[in-house]
């Protein structure tokens, strides 16, 4: 019986190695970034067997069997129809600023499409304005309402919205609403999902999050993008989810969030049905790719209209195409730039690009909120500040609540706002979309936004930061190190 005992053992120590060699290999042979490589290796080894299956659940980008399948099939039928579009050629802009030149050809090199001219654009500050807008344009819409949000919370003027949904839908509008399962989960614990579908409203539940699916896809891959899509015409986008900020996280102690969105009419409303068309059918499996635009749907003259180009991230689509915008934008920064984001965990790389804007004499401010909802984060972007502080940059830190906003400004002229945060989530894992205006009169109005929330901070002092305590140190490094997982 012993030497059966000794057996048992030795065969389970052996799978044992066996499965940490398998998984050292697998994080070995994954293209990624070294410090992600060296913190996976950490973890699976200080942690043996928890750290294996961590990395089996969210070490790599599993988008699951039958969504990749779907994600394959869908590209032939999407990029005939880019090159269908194209026939459109008065809807693109033939010359971009200076500034914005090396952004837009990037972008039409990856994605396949080129910036859009002739869209009217506005910029919402108000949580209030976004949503009573949003309330009128539903109900004057007439043929079809796609959209798609990270969170939808119930309370307030969202009621108003899920109510003019119902009604549209009743009156015989196409309505389909994706969101995303983990972070709407009390919406679709709540009533409203029963009482929208009754109404005719089509609701997609997103990257559903389900124990029994736990090794099959990545659980912590996020539907993020927040679009709203009125009759392939009127468009919204920005870093607010469907919520009524004096109802939601009230409890988090951070104050009420804080976040921008555009409403556009124009061609830039097509580009970003493809997006919605593509997050659909992957989910689904029904193609609803929008018909052709009308060669007259520029609504404004080019003139006086903006230059828009959409780009969009996740599993499926071009690898690294925002992170590569990102730095593509800094580094054709002259005189200034102004940075707002809620999570600040850069890459090496983007830190490195804002560092030298820095140094060679750019103007550079980060906005953050002083108070983060994310524990985790708030300590790993404080390891960055000496650095960022060391090069001259700026760092301003938002004492009026949750600043969620998510925007670049270069130069006031090339303007860059949408759902991506500057963290490893956002540049390399879960659904985003940003949009890319160049255009000095919304890069006007986005900077005034800017210095409204810089006069609302306060600024960083390098002297008192470098005074910190030591055990502060200790802390922001340690969570930094395990940034690339964050």
């Given amino acids: ?30 293209r990624r970034s070294v410090p992600a490589a060296m913190a996976w ?35 032939p039928s999407t ?8 026939v459109c050629c008065r809807m693109f802009a033939s010359e971009t600023s200076e500034v914005a030149r090396s952004l837009f050809l990037l972008c039409e090199k990856r994605q396949g499409i080129g910036g859009l001219k002739g869209n009217k654009i506005q910029l919402l500050t108000s949580t209030d304005d ?54 709407s989960v009390e919406f679709f614990r709540s009533p409203y999902p029963m009482m929208m579908r009754a109404a005719g409203v089509n609701i997609m539940e997103a990257l559903q999050v389900s124990i029994l699916r736990m090794f099959m896809r990545r659980m912590d891959l996020r539907q993020h993008r927040k679009m709203v899509l009125l009759d392939n015409y009127i468009a919204y986008t920005g870093s607010m989810n469907m919520a009524d900020p004096r109802f939601f996280k009230q409890e988090a102690g951070v104050g009420q969030w804080i976040d921008i969105m555009a409403r556009m009419e124009g061609p830039v409303a097509i580009a ?32 006086s209209g903006h230059t828009i180009q959409v780009i969009a991230s996740g599993p499926g689509f071009p690898d690294g ?11 054709a920064a002259r005189e200034q730039l102004v940075i707002t984001t809620p999570y600040l965990v850069p890459s090496d790389d983007l830190l490195h690009a804002i560092c030298t804007a820095a140094q060679r004499g750019v103007e550079v401010h980060i906005i953050i909120p002083r108070h983060n909802d994310s524990i985790l984060v708030g300590w790993a972007s404080r ?16 004492e009026g609540g949750l600043l969620h906003t998510k925007s670049v400004l270069i130069d006031c002229q090339l303007s860059l706002v949408g759902t991506v945060n500057l963290d490893m989530r956002s540049l390399w894992l879960n659904f985003e979309i940003t949009l890319v205006i160049d255009d000095n009169e919304f890069g006007r109005s986005l900077a005034r936004v ?37």
């Fill in 450 to 486: 800017q210095e409204d929330y810089i006069a609302r901070s306060r600024l960083i002092d390098t002297i008192i930061w470098s005074k910190r305590p030591y055990w502060q140190r200790i802390i922001e490094r340690l969570f930094y190190f395990f940034s690339p997982l964050l």
């Fill in 79 to 86: 990029t005939k129809w880019i090159r269908n579009m194209k």
């Fill in 383 to 398: 390891a960055v500040f000496a650095e960022l502080l060391e090069a001259g940059v700026f760092i301003h830190q938002f």
């Fill in 1 to 30: 019986m012993t030497i059966f005992y000794t057996i048992i053992n030795w065969l389970l120590l052996f799978c044992y190695w066996l499965l940490m060699a398998g998984v050292t290999l697998r994080v070995i042979l994954k």
């Fill in 41 to 75: 290796l950490l973890v699976i080894y200080i942690l043996p067997l928890g750290g294996i299956i961590t990395y089996l659940l969210f070490g790599e980008l599993n988008l699951g069997k039958r969504r990749i399948e779907r994600s394959k099939a869908l590209w």
């Fill in 321 to 331: 195409v925002i992170h590569q915008a990102l730095l593509t934008s800094i580094y």
């Fill in 272 to 303: 970003m049905g493809i997006i919605f068309s593509c997050d659909w059918e992957i989910e689904t499996g029904e193609r609803i790719l929008p018909s052709i635009p009308d060669v007259n749907i520029i609504p404004v003259e080019q003139s």
């Fill in 130 to 183: 976004v949503l009573h807008a949003l309330i009128r344009d539903i109900y004057i819409t007439q043929n079809n309402i796609e959209m798609v949000f990270y969170i939808w919370q119930i309370g307030g003027l969202v009621d108003q919205v899920a109510e003019a949904l119902m009604t549209a839908a009743r009156r015989g509008v196409r309505c389909r609403l994706m969101l995303d399962s983990a972070g």
